[in-house]
């Protein structure tokens, strides 16, 4: 389909929201760190994490105190080979990096390495921290828990977020094989994306406390918030179609997330306080970095990842289908297209853009105004 939305430059959308950030307290080397993951996300073709979240979900969040601006990060424990932190409810991107960049450290010289950190917020995209490992010859493998989303197989309580797990490994090929996905059917950003762009969201994603599926992007919004509404795992409703499954990996992410650090869980990750004042996440997230020069060096590693992503996508293709796709070969795609363009921006964002330059009476023109 072809693309009627109007491109930014990359070069302004870096800077708007970097100022933007700093405008909102965040320290400007923080503010870097903050704009690259958004901007990674867009880079990806990944619209739900991008530009779209900029101010509902981290300038609002500021605003309404229950996101810290500047990250208090304390290192409660650490090994040579493992960390724990605390991020004291601040930016959950900036606590990430500094966390990711220690493990890679740790992995180069021992092989492997492990970090969790507790009381966060959201860091983005789970596959940026992944491919900071890959790109230094790594395997990176990171998850994180979020407010409740998703029911338990054979229920329709939201108990669990979306909670990626997510994968990063190095090729010998342009682009690294990387699998960032959640462990339901959708998350509630593509939600978030579908309601902003008046589109209805697909049956069987999102199941109602009576049982039905929902469609309606504004009121499952709504409903998730109310706990009325709650999105199913990967494999859907019931065990038909093995959402059990789905809803096993949840847990996992779940568990690692929370348990390492003694980090909040669940029901105790909403952001509402019992006389309904908001409160922060208070999220977990969990990394490992592991060195394939301790097992049988990295050009064999990537030699035979290559190998085998080259085999799938020359095996038979299905009727009617042209190509066979393997993860991170279509975000690697959108950059081709976009790294020259920009990022496309629907009228949601570029309300949002408006609204935050506003706010902090910033001297941007926008080219999609007028």
Known sequence: MEETRPYVSWDLIQSFMIDAFQAAGVPKEDAKICTDVLMESDRRGIESHGTNRFKPIYIDRINDGILNPVTNYEILKDTPTTCVADAH???????????????????????????????????????????????????????????????????????????????????????????DCATSIVQRGKIEYYARSGKPTPKGMVIAHDGTALTDSEEILKKLVEGTAALTPLGGIGEEMAGYKGYGYAAVVEILSAALTGGLFM??????????????????????????????????????????????????????????????????????????????????????????????HLDYKFPFEK
């Open 267 to 360: 029901k105790d990750l909403t952001n509402k306080n019992p006389d309904g004042t908001k409160r922060p996440y208070h999220l977990g997230h969990f990394f490992l970095v592991i060195n394939p020069e301790f097992f049988m060096g990295l050009d064999t590693f990537k030699k035979t990842a290559g190998d085998i992503l080259r085999g799938l996508r020359n095996s038979q293709k299905a009727p009617g289908e042209d190509r066979i796709y393997t993860a991170g070969e279509k975000e690697w795609d959108v950059w081709q297209v976009r790294k020259d363009k920009g990022v496309p921006m629907g009228e949601g964002v570029q309300n949002d853009f408006k609204a935050v330059r506003d706010m902090y």
């Open 89 to 179: 409810d601040g930016m959950g991107m900036v606590a990430s990096y500094k966390m990711m960049t220690s493990l890679i450290e740790k992995a180069k010289k021992y092989g492997l390495a492990m970090g969790a950190i507790k009381n966060s917020s959201h860091y983005g995209i789970a596959g940026y921290w992944a491919t900071m490992a890959s790109k230094e010859g790594l395997l990176g493998i990171t998850g994180t828990n979020a407010r409740p989303s998703i029911a338990p197989t054979f229920g329709v309580e939201n108990m669990m977020g979306t909670n990626p797990l997510t994968f990063a490994f190095p090729t010998d090929e342009d682009f690294d094989f990387i699998l």
